[in-house]
């Protein structure tokens, strides 16, 4: 029976795109994607940059920085001037604008592929797998193009003296430690950033194919649409906070300095795990659940205004 539909609903999927020869597809398509998710993550995470300096400073000196994400600002601020709490501002805009283009272009890419190896049908009745994978994949190469961004962010927050500015940063590791060092916390950052945008992206889908059951989403205001996007955007931060919060902070403390001669990457996360216990781990989540969730609001809202504004309404769309 399945085999049966799969081609008479792939044939209607065609037809309707057929009859709108200028809805954008292709590279045109995902390069808008891939432009709207840059422009909501480097907006959303450099905003957030003053919350992210203090959570950073919670994980790594939590015996310091032990008056929760208020007081945390006050001591930044009272201890190294207001400066300071935009400290990583630059390679935080930067790198998430590399990583935003390939998470959410990379997301919407792997879910069409996804309708083509398997059908429409298929992908729609497996929908979460294919939301889960596609992510995943995304989120690797999303990465790739983040991690060297991300070790000069943490180096500049946790050292404010090491460097001026994302340049700066940026050299001086290259120039003393090589490239290598830029990757050293690629293990974590994989460990937190996939779970992460696996639990963003699903818990995101389900909440707002939940929601258009009851709001028809053809007939939805633009602000309507905006409000959903919040909504959702606010719920799947918050998952995806929790998921990946441990490794959020084994990734704070392997770039905050240089490993021992001869350790690897492996035996440092091995140690740091067992130095910080559980509750360790999830040292500044307060902060990170305000942070994450308001930014994954903020990027989903941003995300889907842009898209609309572009043209390239809807994306790859196997919710039922």
């Known amino acids: 029976m399945a085999a049966t539909i799969t081609p008479k609903v792939d044939a209607v999927k065609a037809q309707a795109a057929a009859l709108d020869p200028t809805k954008p597809t292709g590279f045109a398509l995902y390069s808008r994607f891939a432009f709207a998710g840059a422009v909501c993550c480097s907006v959303t995470h450099g905003a957030l940059t003053p919350v992210d300096v203090v959570k950073t400073r919670i994980q790594l000196d ?26 990583g501002f630059g390679p935080t805009a930067a790198g998430y604008f590399l990583q935003g283009a390939f998470k959410f272009g990379g997301y919407e890419f792997f879910k069409q592929q996804s309708i083509n190896f398997l059908g429409y049908e298929a992908a729609s009745n497996n929908r979460t797998a294919v939301y889960l994978a596609s992510s995943a994949l ?55 950033q996939v779970p992460y945008t696996m639990a963003k992206f699903v818990v995101y889908e389900k909440v707002s194919e939940l929601v258009y059951r009851s709001v028809d989403k053809s007939k939805a205001s633009g602000g309507t649409q905006t409000a959903i996007n919040l909504g959702s955007g ?87």
């Open 138 to 192: 995304a989120e690797f190469f999303a990465d790739i193009a983040l991690c060297p961004l991300e070790a000069t962010r943490i180096r500049l927050v946790s050292e404010p003296t090491f460097a001026n500015g994302l340049i700066g940063g940026f050299g001086k590791i290259l120039k003393n430690e090589g490239v290598g060092a830029f990757y050293s916390g690629f293990g974590p950052i994989l460990f937190k």
């Open 62 to 87: 939590p015996v310091t920085y032990n008056r929760g994400l208020v007081g945390g600002f006050r001591q930044v601020i009272a201890n190294e001037g207001a400066g300071a709490i935009w400290t």
């Open 234 to 320: 606010l719920i799947a931060g918050f998952a995806a906070a929790i998921v990946s919060q441990p490794a959020d902070t084994m990734l704070s403390k392997i770039n905050k300095t240089k490993g021992l001669p001869g350790e690897g990457t492996t035996s440092r996360l091995i140690k740091i795990a067992k130095d910080l216990g559980f509750r360790g781990s999830y040292a500044g989540i307060g902060a990170r659940l305000f942070m994450v969730g308001t930014l994954t609001a903020g990027q989903f809202a941003i995300y889907g205004d842009i898209k609309k504004a572009l043209g390239a309404t809807g994306g790859v769309e196997i919710a039922k």
